[in-house]
Each structure stands twice: as C-alpha cells, then as structure tokens.
C-alpha cells in the first residue's frame, strides 16, 4: 500500500476539470482511473471510496493546492521486496490529467527508506 499527500502548484492557479481519463503512477506501476469515476465539484477533483479496486482514496483539491493518494495492495511498483539488500529507494508519483486545453502532470520522485532490509514498511 502506499500513502501520500503533498502540494502541488496548479498551471495558472486555475481549477483543472478532467476532460478524459486520469492516469496515476506509481513507481512502475500505471493505473487508469476513468473520467466517468472521478467527482469534480468546485475545483476539487474526487474518487468515491470503492470506486476503483486498486484506490482506496484519490483527492487533488486544485484551491487549496493539496493532494492525498491512499492506495490498496498494489503490486508492480518496483519497491524492492523484504529481504532485498536497499533499504532506500526513488519512487515516482505522477498524475496526468487530460483537460479541454492540454494534459496537466504533476510529478516528484519521493525517497523512501526502511530502517533494515527485512523491514516490510518503508516511510518518507
């Protein structure tokens, strides 16, 4: 599972309105989550809970400039595994959102570390 929520800087401070569907990365892995899914309601954009297997709750609030990701198991992200000889790692965040005007991404790579390599929870 994964968690995050941070800032992000709309283009131009406006309200972003999906105009297709969103594409969310993590790490490796891509997941679609469908226009028709998503709730947009003055300038924040929402997933309703149980809407999309792989999301527990997606939320870009485009006035206050926030986002909040809380995922489900989610294989595929290319975290190394308990055992594996690393005990930090980059992991890639994007969001792309089509709009009327143009595709709006955001994007950072987070460093995620564990306190040893038999560790299964890694923090930022």
């Known amino acids: 599972k994964v968690s995050t929520k941070g800032y992000?800087?709309?283009p131009g401070g406006e309200s972003i309105v999906p105009s297709g569907d969103v594409t969310l990365t993590i790490g490796t892995q891509s997941i679609t989550i469908p226009a028709a899914s998503l709730t947009v309601s003055s300038g924040v954009i929402s997933l309703p809970k149980g809407a999309h297997p792989d999301l527990a709750k997606f939320i870009l609030d485009?006035?206050?400039e926030l986002f909040t990701i809380l995922t489900n198991a989610l294989p595929g992200t290319g975290v190394p595994p308990v055992g594996a000889p690393v005990t930090s790692h980059d992991l890639l965040i994007r969001i792309e959102?089509?709009?009327?005007?143009d595709l709006v991404t955001f994007e950072t790579t987070v460093e995620i570390l564990r306190s040893s390599t038999t560790s299964k929870v890694w923090k930022r």
């Open 8 to 10: 992000f800087d709309a």
């Open 62 to 64: 485009t006035n206050k």
């Open 97 to 101: 959102i089509p709009t009327a005007g």
